[in-house]
C-alpha cells in the first residue's frame, strides 16, 4: 500500500467527507456558472482549471479504502436533475472544438480513438456528482462517498480524464500557435469500429479560435 493509500485511509472520516463534497460542490457550481454564457472568453481555460481541481478529488477517493455504504440499497432519490440545458449550452459555446478523439482504455490493445464531445463529457460527469451530492445534503455521508468513489472508478474519473487531456491539448495548441485538426464534422454516434478515425478535410488554424475561447498565442 502506497503513502498516499495510508494517507487517505487514516483521515477522519467526517474532515475526508467535507473536504471531497467541498470540491465537488465547487465544480458544480463552476460549471454551472460557465454554461451560462456570461464569459465565452475565458471558458476553456477556467474549464481546465475546474476539471483538475475535481481530478484531486478523484484521486483522493481513489487512493482510499473502499467505502461500504451503510444500507444495502440505495434510497431513493427520485428524479435526477436534468442536464440537457447545460450540455446544449456548453457544446453551442464550445462549438469550434467541442469535438475530440479519444481512447477510452488505454490498456487494450489496437483499440481505435472515437469522437467524443467535451459538453457530454461534463455533463455527463455532473450528472454523478450531483447523484453523490443529493446523498450528501440528506444527510447520508457514507452513502455519497461511496457512489463518488464507485462512479469516479466506473465513470467519471476516466470521462474527467479525457477531457482534462482535450483542454489540455487545445490549451496547448493555442498556445504554442499549432494549427489544429477539424473535429466538428465527424458524428460522435457513429460506431467507428477497428477503423481509423478519419478527419474531416482542412485545418483550423489555432488563431481563428484562440479569440472567443479566451486564449492566448505564444508569439
Known sequence: MSDATLHATHLDPGDFAVQIADQIESFLVAVTEVAKGDEPDSAVPFLLLEVSQLLLAG????????????????????????????RENLARMLEPVDVYSEVFDPYE????????????????????????????????TTEALWWWQFSYFSNWGST??????????????????????????????????????????????????????????VK
Open 160 to 217: 474527467a480524464s479525457a477531457t482534462l487531456r482535450a483542454l489540455q491539448s487545445l490549451v496547448a495548441h493555442v498556445r504554442l500557435n499549432q494549427p489544429l485538426e477539424e473535429l466538428d464534422g465527424l458524428d460522435t454516434d457513429q460506431d467507428l469500429g477497428d477503423e481509423a478515425l478519419e478527419l474531416e478535410a482542412g485545418r483550423v488554424m489555432a488563431e481563428e479560435i484562440a479569440g472567443p475561447l479566451g486564449l492566448r498565442q
Open 59 to 86: 484521486g483522493r477517493l481513489g487512493a482510499h479504502e473502499d467505502i461500504v455504504p451503510d444500507e444495502r440499497y440505495e434510497p431513493d432519490l427520485g428524479p435526477e436533475q436534468d442536464v440537457d440545458q447545460l
Open 109 to 140: 490493445p489496437r483499440k481505435a480513438p472515437v469522437p467524443a464531445r467535451i459538453s457530454d463529457d461534463l455533463a455527463d460527469v455532473i450528472t454523478d456528482l450531483r447523484h453523490g451530492m443529493a446523498h450528501y445534503r440528506a444527510g447520508r
